[in-house]
């Protein structure tokens, strides 16, 4: 998994950090977050690293995010970049530190969830804005074969629904 988060219990502060985590038994107890222990490995020169501040004021709005398994080693491998032709690598999960996917993945999942301390009234999703062009989105998703093709995903395919705790502050396009 990769994308972005705030969270002050991780970084101490309420800015937006690019991440990384892994779970190798379905999200039970085996894996890691960003380069708190083995498992991701960055590789030299990465134009991002896990933990690192995602500043809106650098005029870059937009990050591309590719997670694919290559097909002669396995692995399964992290490119960023603030668009999509130039997307460059950040780093690697080894096949090794998987139990369900080290041959292949079940499922794709995009999205996203706020949380807060138990208590607390949970935050708002993205930047608030009702979809449009100043809307925070996850959009361009695509699933990616054993030989590197990428293939538009259908949002909605049949069958599948939106999730929305409340239709006050977001809204699913279609």
């Known amino acids: 998994m990769a994308g972005w988060i705030v969270s002050l219990s991780n970084y101490g502060d309420s800015n937006t950090h690019f991440f990384t985590q892994w779970m190798a038994d379905g999200y039970r107890s085996i894996g890691c977050y960003n380069l708190k222990c083995d498992g991701f490995v960055p590789v030299q020169n990465a134009p991002i690293t896990p933990g690192d501040t995602l500043d809106p004021k650098n005029g870059k ?5 590719k997670i694919f398994k290559k097909k002669d080693d396995g692995d399964w491998w992290l490119y960023f970049g603030y668009d999509n032709q130039n997307l460059r690598v950040v780093g690697f999960w ?22 807060s301390d138990p208590g ?16 925070a989105t996850v959009r361009d998703v695509r699933f990616v074969d054993d030989t590197g093709r990428g293939y538009i995903i259908d ?15 977001m809204e699913p396009l279609y």
Do not use: C, E
């Open 120 to 135: 607390s009234a949970s935050p708002a999703m993205g930047n608030v804005h009702w979809p449009g062009i100043y809307s």
């Open 61 to 65: 709005l937009k990050m591309t995010i």
């Open 155 to 169: 949002p909605w395919p049949k069958g599948l629904v939106a999730s929305l705790s409340t239709r006050n502050a």
């Open 94 to 115: 080894p096949k090794s530190i998987f139990i369900n996917m080290a041959d292949h993945a079940n499922n794709i999942q995009w999205g996203g969830y706020t949380m």
